[in-house]
């Protein structure tokens, strides 16, 4: 493994975005591309009782005795459609419900007591979303018994409408908005919320003493282009009623927009880590310019990296503090988020990568200091391709937001080459959602990145960084353990690298000085510890605006 640049890391190139463009992460199919995606309310706290309901009585007959659905189904009616021109769904809300503003909608609650299959006692319960103020889009719902499908109608007896006092006034054929998926995660007597489908192609979930973060998507389609990004939806979606001693739960979405038509299965096994097996088939009716597949999106507004604001009285605000990439090379790669003032993207490229993901890995409560957001139990997302995903990159685009509401935070494997338009793309991964990885680089790993001005030189930059793991903590004073450091085009090492044993943390410091040659252009810098030819740690990948 070799340091020189001005190469990135493993290919990653810095990408120009122009200025004005800002790929939206907001609520489904906007009618600008430009907005952000607003946070959902998909966490609200519900009072969960547990009692009677009649919910199951609720789906409609079954189509045929005849007909089946499974995956191969649902991909040839992907296919089937894909052929098709673009049509927009017509079905448009109330304009009472449309004008809803935050506090009114979140006033809509689905009733607990009628939570589906909660009377067959099955160990998996749905919940459904209502329609209204950002969420426009209804979705169709489908339970499928034995093979077979059938609808779930809507139905406004299963919400409470709290102050709003509409219920009168809802459409019986209104539609869904979503849907959420509960298990007794935590403890054997409460069914915890699990996973939430809701907006677009968005879906997130939880793994054992989390709270919500970060969000996945079906797909990221322009992300980070000029005229904005193309948003995807989930149109419907078919979950598989749970046998009673069921582990993991099936459900499949067909997902649609102007270019592509897709279908897309998820068994979701909860745990301590809860993991989604994720197979989708994609056809595109045009290939987009950025094919972006197994999207995570977040938000980090400011942390150790950056310049704390003092307006705030927490140190560090994210859902995620860094990309963590391992790729088909054998290299571990870190790449700390930010929250530039400009739109930035960066782009890793590789063969046959073997994961990449958001991590929220600064677990400490008082480097946040957040009693109510609970930063610190935020889920990280890994994404585990299954099968040899061939060559592509990883690309990152990060936004600049003004405060934590805002999603500005977006990381996805882009395929080198899509076939034609018509033949599917097919790919397969397991997406984790954990507190702890399981696997981290062979001996060590990064645990903090941190700049400020030289006293007395303001023109100087010193970065320091820590480095931990347990061969490092093994490893005492005066060992030979050094550190490779690559800066690129824009600045130069002024001075270092110094690298001491850290008797307090058991790991060991870098530290650094860089000076900027005054173009102002973004420096790229990497950074890794050895001893002797061997490589110890991940790649410190780190972008810096002078």
Known sequence: MSPHLPTLPSGASALP??????????????????????????????????????????????????????????????????????????RPLPDWLRKLDYDHYRDIRFDPLQAWWREARLPFQLQFFHLGGIFHEPVQLHEVVGGRERRIDFSPRLFDYGHNHLSGHVPSDLGYAGLRIHY?????????????????????????????????????????????????????FWIEQPEPAARSLTLYALLDSRSVTGAYRFVITPGRETVMQIKAAVYCRQNPKVFGMAPL?????????????????RPEVHDSDGLLIANGAGEWIWRPLGNPAQIRAASFQ???????????????????????ACYHQRPSAWVEPVGNWGPGQ??????????????????????????????????????????????????????????????????????????????????????????????????????????????????????????????????????????ERHVLTEIWSNLWTP
């Open 17 to 90: 975005v122009p200025a004005g463009t800002q790929p939206g992460f907001a609520a489904p199919r906007p009618a600008t591309a430009a907005g952000w995606r607003t946070r959902f309310p998909a966490a609200l706290p519900l009072r969960l009782v547990l009692c009677a309901a009649w919910a199951a009585g609720l789906a409609a007959p079954l189509r045929s005795a005849a007909e089946r659905f499974d995956f191969e189904v649902l991909q040839y009616r992907a296919k089937v459609r894909a052929a098709q021109p673009f049509v927009p769904p017509d």
């Open 184 to 236: 007794p995660l935590n403890r054997p007597e409460y069914y915890d919320e699990l996973a939430v489908f809701l907006g677009a192609s968005y879906f997130r979930a939880l793994g054992q003493d989390q709270r919500y973060g970060l969000s996945a998507r079906g797909l990221a389609l322009n992300t980070g282009e000029p005229g904005g990004e193309e948003f995807p939806i989930f149109e419907e």
């Open 297 to 313: 999106t977040s938000m980090f507004t400011h942390g150790e990296n950056t310049n704390w604001s003092r307006d705030d009285y």
């Open 350 to 372: 590789d063969s046959a990568p073997r994961g990449f993901g958001l991590m929220q890995r600064d677990r400490d409560f008082h480097h946040y200091d957040d009693l109510e």
């Open 394 to 531: 990883v690309r990152l685009v990060e936004l600049p937001t003004p405060n934590e509401m805002n999603d500005n935070i977006v990381a996805f494997w882009v395929p080198a080459q899509l076939p034609p338009a018509g033949e599917p793309v097919v790919f397969e991964y397991r997406l984790h959602w954990m507190l702890e990885p399981e696997g981290r680089p062979p001996a060590g790993f990064v645990t903090s990145t941190r700049s400020a001005t030289v006293i007395g030189r303001p023109e100087l930059r010193r970065f320091v960084l820590e480095f931990e793991g347990r061969y490092l903590s093994q490893e005492p004073a005066g060992s030979a353990i050094a550190a490779d450091i690559a800066i690129g085009a824009g600045a130069r090492l002024e001075g270092g690298p110094v690298v001491q044993k850290n008797q307090f943390t058991g790991g060991w410091r870098v530290a650094f000085v860089v000076q900027p040659d005054g173009s102002g252009q973004p420096v790229e810098m990497r950074c890794y510890l050895r001893k």
